[in-house]
């Protein structure tokens, strides 16, 4: 048993031999630094620099050394190792896995991140009403005291983000807590003072809108009374970006975006409206009378949820909606 053992043993130190000088000559070659250069920058001689690299070499090097070698060659000690598939250093990594970008007047980065995601799903929590379906007069709305975007820029991101949701195989779908539909209709928050015929021509649109690019464009309404959300928006498996006002968080690692679209996936699961009742929804906030300006703001999201819990069907029909 004890022979089969360090037979073994002398097995894997051979593979991890193999590996490490594979990988060694990789980063050396690599770094374009010479071997002597190496060796001074790791404080080693070079004789022990010659036989790490030795062909023969079953012995694998004391720790120091490789730590010193790795740290000139900028790369991962347990990768030199072949202990790790991650080449970078852990500090790159968790640098690299999270960048913070400020929103710009024409939100340069948005647009890029949208382009390079294309053929696959984005997903968006929007902060208030869905930016590429809002009209022109909504935007003139939200960015009339706006310092970091005019109302003009504003207007012609939205235009790119419907123009983009047109494009063929995009797939995009968006969740948003109801009662925020409901404040619009009502005129109460930020929409305070805007004219309801407004508010009207707006519900309409998204309506219009949603109905005639369902499938690939999806709204899913959740109840924000059992649910909350940030703004964020994933873009296929390559980045997730957080939107904390006036700059993004932006996630790069596999495992922040999988978070995320699982966070996602829970609020799709947790809709009270469905996509494919998305559309319907709007006209029936348009039906009843929005208030005016001031007035008691009650009728146009309980009339919709009423309607709307009286025609769903299926496991995200609710008749208690709050």
């Known amino acids: 048993m004890t022979e089969r053992t360090n037979v073994e043993s002398t097995v894997n130190k051979r593979d991890m031999s193999r590996v490490f000088r594979a990988r060694l000559l990789e980063a050396i070659d690599r770094s374009q630094l010479s071997r002597a250069r190496l060796a001074e920058r790791a404080g080693v001689d070079r004789s022990t620099l010659t036989q790490l690299l030795a062909s023969d070499a079953v012995r694998l090097p004391r720790a120091d050394t490789v730590a010193a070698v790795a740290s000139v060659l900028q790369v991962s000690l347990d990768w030199l190792l072949g202990l ?5 250093l852990g500090a790159v990594v968790l640098q690299e896995s999270m960048q913070i970008t400020r929103a710009s007047p ?11 995601a294309a053929g696959y799903k984005i997903r968006y929590v929007p902060s208030s009403l869905p930016d590429l379906l809002k009209i ?6 939200e960015y009339r005291d706006y310092t970091v975007k005019t109302a003009d820029q504003a207007i012609a991101a939205s235009h790119d983000k419907l123009a983009y949701s047109r494009l063929p195989e995009t797939d995009v779908e968006i969740c948003l807590a109801r009662q925020t539909l409901e404040v619009f209709a009502r005129g109460e928050g930020i929409w305070m003072g805007l004219d309801p015929a407004i508010r009207r021509k707006q ?6 809108v949603l109905s005639a690019q369902y499938p690939s ?3 899913y309404l959740f109840d924000g009374l059992e649910n909350y959300s940030v703004p964020y928006t994933v873009f296929g498996p ?3 970006s957080i939107f904390v ?3 993004y968080f932006v996630f790069n ?3 922040h975006i999988r978070a995320l679209a699982r966070h996602f996936d829970d609020l799709i699961k947790a809709a009270v409206v469905q996509a494919s009742d998305a559309g319907r929804f709007m006209g029936e906030l348009c039906e009843v009378e929005l208030p005016e300006p001031g007035s008691s703001p009650d009728g146009a999201g309980a009339a919709a949820r009423r309607n709307h819990g009286e025609r769903s069907t299926g496991p995200a029909a609710r008749d208690d909606l709050r």
């Open 217 to 219: 464009l999806r709204l």
């Open 203 to 208: 519900l309409m649109h998204m309506g219009e």
């Open 136 to 141: 022109d007069e909504i935007m003139r709305h």
């Open 245 to 247: 006002g006036q700059m």
């Open 253 to 255: 690692t596999t495992e």
């Open 84 to 88: 790790s598939g991650e080449e970078r």
């Open 106 to 116: 024409v939100d340069q980065d948005l647009a890029r991140w949208h382009e390079e």
């Open 238 to 240: 390559l980045r997730a």
